[in-house]
């Protein structure tokens, strides 16, 4: 089973910027889909950006041109740069894996198998 661990959540004033990690374990071979989500409470969870392996990653427009989501091959992390933070994007973050590469709707919080704790942002 994949094993997910999220950190870097904090509190920071709009403008500013915060990195996401979320580290993966207990899966020899590279996961295909990796990804963020976010949840405020009482709403859905919703995409902000994903990674297929090997190939561009994308991002929900609301995000676009701020995030960045990046992957460390060597040290199995998923990396979320977030600037230009705004109130908006307060929310619980989540990272979610699917090894396989036949996922038909990456972009559905539902079509992932594995899912991080979440890590809290926070922007004032």
């Known amino acids: 089973h994949v094993q997910l661990v999220e950190s870097g959540g904090d509190t920071v004033q709009a403008g500013g910027s915060l990195r996401l990690s979320c580290a993966a374990s207990?899966?020899?071979?590279?996961?295909?889909?990796v990804g963020w989500f976010r949840q405020v409470s009482g709403k859905g969870r919703e995409w902000v950006a994903i990674s297929p392996n090997g190939l561009m990653p994308y991002y929900t427009d609301s995000v676009k041109g701020r995030f960045t989501v990046s992957r460390d091959t060597v040290k199995n992390t998923l990396y979320l740069q977030m600037n230009s933070l705004q109130p908006e994007d307060t929310a619980m973050y989540y990272c979610?894996?699917?090894?396989?590469?036949?996922?038909?709707?990456?972009?559905?919080?539902?079509?992932?198998?594995?899912w991080g704790q979440g890590t809290q942002v926070t922007v004032s």
């Open positions: 979610a894996a699917d090894p396989s590469y036949t996922n038909r709707a990456p972009m559905m919080a539902s079509s992932y198998h594995y």
């Open positions: 207990g899966y020899s071979q590279p996961i295909f889909y």
